[in-house]
């Protein structure tokens, strides 16, 4: 199994920054993608960034710009930078790890971080 945990969410207002962290543990691999997904009251889960074991990013359209994932592959954490924050980001975001072709078999998730972006 892989833990995941989740830090650095919380209260910000429009337009302002936050900073979240992902570490994992357990019977993680390096070889794992890394990502950030996000679920807003009454929506599915999104993607909102991921990230490769050769930090190749993907992130959704509407973070394009204002998101940066990055990973440390030998502290095993993976980070979100959010930068221009507005009430559409307001969510639980959802650090996630799984194996690059076996996602069937291997993959975790975090418990959940929330941000919410308000005045």
């Known amino acids: 199994q892989v833990q995941l945990v989740e830090s650095g969410g919380g209260l910000v207002q429009p337009g302002g920054s936050l900073r979240l962290s992902c570490a994992a543990s357990?019977?993680?691999?390096?070889?794992?993608?890394m990502g950030w997904y996000r679920q807003a009251p009454g929506k599915q889960r999104e993607l909102v960034a991921t990230?490769?074991?050769?930090?190749?990013?993907n992130y959704a359209d509407s973070v394009k710009g204002r998101f940066t994932i990055s990973r440390d592959n030998a502290k095993n954490t993976v980070a979100l930078q959010m930068n221009s924050l507005n009430a559409e980001d307001t969510a639980v975001y959802y650090c996630?790890?799984?194996?690059?072709?076996?996602?069937?078999?291997?993959?975790?998730w975090g418990q959940g971080t929330q941000v919410t972006v308000s005045s």
């Open positions: 996630n790890a799984r194996h690059p072709v076996l996602t069937r078999n291997y993959n975790y």
């Open positions: 357990g019977r993680f691999s390096g070889i794992y993608v």
């Open positions: 990230i490769t074991s050769g930090s190749s990013t």
